[in-house]
Structure formats: structure tokens, C-alpha cells
T-cell receptor
Framework: SQKIEQNSEALNIQEGKTATLTCNYT??????LQWYRQDPGRGPVFLLL?????KEKRKERLKVTFDTTLKQSLFHITASQPADSATYLC??????????FGQGTELSVKP | GAGVSQSPSNKVTEKGKDVELRCDPI?????LYWYRQSLGQGLEFLIY????????KSGLPSDRFSAERTGGSVSTLTIQRTQQEDSAVYLC???????????FGSGTQLSVL
């Protein structure tokens, strides 16, 4: 079955640094991969989608890469701010045609 | 509506009781998901409705769980004979048929005492 793995340990970084989060998947080759942000007590919010033919995608301070050979996506936040502190989830549509999520990585940006 | 609406936002129930959770998706969205999220965990897929197709129920953890979607819009998730391990946040999301961007509600926090 398809599996998505994200760093389970929280990531703590200093304000202004670049945060890098990892998403690995197995047993499937998705046509695209998505990243979401989740704040405590709220539902996830869509951030970015990257397709299999796109190596990299940017949106403001966010950058996502997608390596279909390594079966990995990296999510970068440059010039991080305390307001970026949240849990970040990656998701892909599996062979059954439904969207499944990784367990998420909690990011904490300290001033 | 402006977004996905879920009700109630919080539900406390006694073990053995039945509960119904409601989701109002964004108007025009043909696909609707239910996920469950336990404390500190990721999203566990429960059920997926896509247009008029038969729902994908492969994530429902037991036959105590069921869901329906009436008129291609509002959905209700029903848990019968609730157990303590059912305590979690139940999230609903809707999207257009392409699954390319899900819009989530704020969830229902279910506590089974």
C-alpha cells in the first residue's frame, strides 16, 4: 500500500533561517503532490501543489521540490517568521483515487 | 456558503451512545472527504464521496461508522455505540472533482466519556 512519511520530530529553527521539511512516499508514483498548513484547532489549509513534471514551484517565501526518482518532496520556507509556526502536511492522491496525508511535521520558529 | 461548515464544533457523549456529525461543503464541490485526527497525529482517511459514484468507504474503522451524502451536498457521519477510542477531531473537506485542492472545515471535536 502507499505510504507517506514525514519527519515526526518537531523542527525548531531561529527566525530568519530557512526551514526545510521532508516528505517521502513509497509504492506509488503520484501525478502531483500537495502541501497544507494546519494551525492548532483548525483544519488544514492548502498551500501549494506540484506536478510530476515540475521540479520546483515557488510562492512568495515558499518553495517546493518534487523528485520522482527519489520519491521525495522538500518544502522550504525562507526568511522564516514566528507566524510560520504550524504543522505542515504533505498529501498525494493514491492509486485508489483518494487524497491521503502524511502525519505532518510541526515547525516552531523562535524569535 | 463561504467555506466548509461543520457542526457541532464540540460534542461530548457517553460511551455507547450514537452521534451524528454534519458537514456542509462548499456549494458546487462534487467531492467530499471525512478524515479523523487523533491528538498529535496525522489525518486518517475515513470515507470519500465523488459525485454520483458509490462512496469509497475503505477507511471506515468498523461497521459502527457510516456516512451519507444527501443530494450531493450535505454529509452526515454517524458513529453508533461510541467507544472511548472514537475520541478525536473529525474533519470534513470538499473539493472539485480533480482533488487538487481540498477545503477543510474546522472539525468536530468528539469526546467519548
Amino acid at each position: 500500500s502507499q505510504k507517506i512519511e514525514q519527519n515526526s520530530e518537531a523542527l525548531n529553527i531561529q527566525e530568519g533561517k530557512t526551514a526545510t521539511l521532508t516528505c517521502n512516499y513509497t509504492n506509488y508514483s503520484p501525478a502531483y503532490l500537495q502541501w497544507y498548513r494546519q494551525d492548532p484547532g483548525r483544519g488544514p489549509v492548502f498551500l501549494l501543489l506540484i506536478r510530476e513534471n515540475e521540479k520546483e514551484k515557488r510562492k512568495e517565501r515558499l518553495k517546493v521540490t518534487f523528485d520522482t526518482t527519489l520519491k521525495q518532496s522538500l518544502f522550504h520556507i525562507t526568511a522564516s517568521q514566528p507566524a510560520d509556526s504550524a504543522t505542515y502536511l504533505c498529501a498525494l492522491v493514491n492509486q485508489g483515487g483518494k487524497l491521503i496525508f502524511g502525519q505532518g511535521t510541526e515547525l516552531s520558529v523562535k524569535p | 456558503g463561504a467555506g466548509v461548515s461543520q457542526s457541532p464544533s464540540n460534542k461530548v457523549t457517553e460511551k455507547g451512545k450514537d452521534v451524528e456529525l454534519r458537514c456542509d461543503p462548499i456549494s458546487g464541490h462534487t467531492a467530499l472527504y471525512w478524515y479523523r485526527q487523533s491528538l498529535g497525529q496525522g489525518l486518517e482517511f475515513l470515507i470519500y464521496f465523488q459525485g454520483n459514484s458509490a462512496p469509497d468507504k475503505s477507511g471506515l474503522p468498523s461497521d459502527r461508522f457510516s456516512a451519507e451524502r444527501t443530494g450531493g451536498s450535505v454529509s452526515t457521519l454517524t458513529i453508533q455505540r461510541t467507544q472511548q477510542e472514537d475520541s478525536a477531531v473529525y474533519l470534513c473537506a470538499s473539493t472539485t472533482s480533480g482533488n487538487e485542492k481540498l477545503f477543510f472545515g474546522s472539525g468536530t471535536q468528539l469526546s467519548v466519556l
